[in-house]
């Protein structure tokens, strides 16, 4: 059972243009998770979706960014016209259903996506 | 103010040594508190989770603590190793949230 894969693991681009970032959760996982970490900071969450729903987007910001989450195929995180304060590492995790705040529902990471904005 | 602080930032020790990083939280009402391992370049990986009504939870040579009275957790690590070089993040979830809230991680060097 292959973990959470994100691709790809580094993404440059310039200022204006547009970054895609994929998400593949665990096999029998419908949850994922979007997470931004920028140096030096904690990981700030972004995004909850399950599958074709996004079920809690308070951590996204309202412009430039959107995800989804399609029946079929990966997650994509997507954001659009990047600016130099968009270069972070990104990161996703996935989780079997459940709430989190069921001490039984694990979340498991990729390696992330290291974007950088030049 | 972040609802998941971690002491020390930065932690040296000799290969062999134990250490204790330290976590408060003010997230309430609180769930699970969880500690994880994140390597340099890599994703967070879980070592242990805990319930308000668990307090204390061990996974090989790390043992953590949690008193929900003080909102306080520890994670101690026992016989260092040269692998244990690592960021240690706390993280806590309330009963309500779907998100997982992080701290900014204890980055330790183990030295031989």
């Known amino acids: 059972n292959a973990g959470v894969m994100q691709n790809p693991r580094h993404l440059v681009r310039r200022r204006g243009q547009e970054a895609r970032l994929r998400c593949s959760p665990m096999?029998?996982?419908?949850?994922v998770y979007w997470y931004r970490q920028l140096p030096e900071e904690g990981l700030k969450f972004m995004v909850y979706l399950q599958k074709e729903n996004i079920i809690d987007e308070s951590g996204m910001p309202k412009e430039r960014f959107s995800a989804e989450f399609p029946k079929e195929g990966p997650s994509i995180l997507r954001i659009q016209q990047v600016v130099r304060g968009d270069s972070a590492a990104y990161f996703c995790?996935?989780?079997?259903?459940?709430?989190?705040?069921?001490?039984?529902?694990?979340?498991?990471f990729g390696q992330g996506t290291r974007l950088t904005v030049v | 103010k972040n609802q998941v602080e971690q002491s020390p930032q930065s932690l040296i020790i000799l290969e062999g040594k134990n250490c204790t990083l330290q976590c408060n939280y003010t997230v309430s009402p609180f769930s699970n508190l969880r500690w994880y391992k994140q390597d340099t370049g890599r994703g967070p990986v879980s070592l242990t989770i805990m319930t308000f009504s668990e307090n204390t939870k061990s996974n090989g040579r790390y043992t953590a603590t949690l008193d929900a009275d003080t909102k306080q957790s520890s994670l101690h690590i026992t016989a260092s190793q040269l692998s244990d070089s690592a960021s240690y993040i706390c993280?806590?979830?309330?009963?309500?949230?779907?998100?997982?809230?992080f701290g900014k991680g204890t980055t330790l060097s183990v030295s031989s």
């Open positions: 995790a996935s989780s079997p259903p459940g709430a989190l705040s069921q001490r039984g529902t694990e979340a498991f």
């Open positions: 993280v806590v979830i309330s009963q309500a949230g779907t998100a997982l809230i």
């Open positions: 096999k029998g996982h419908s949850h």
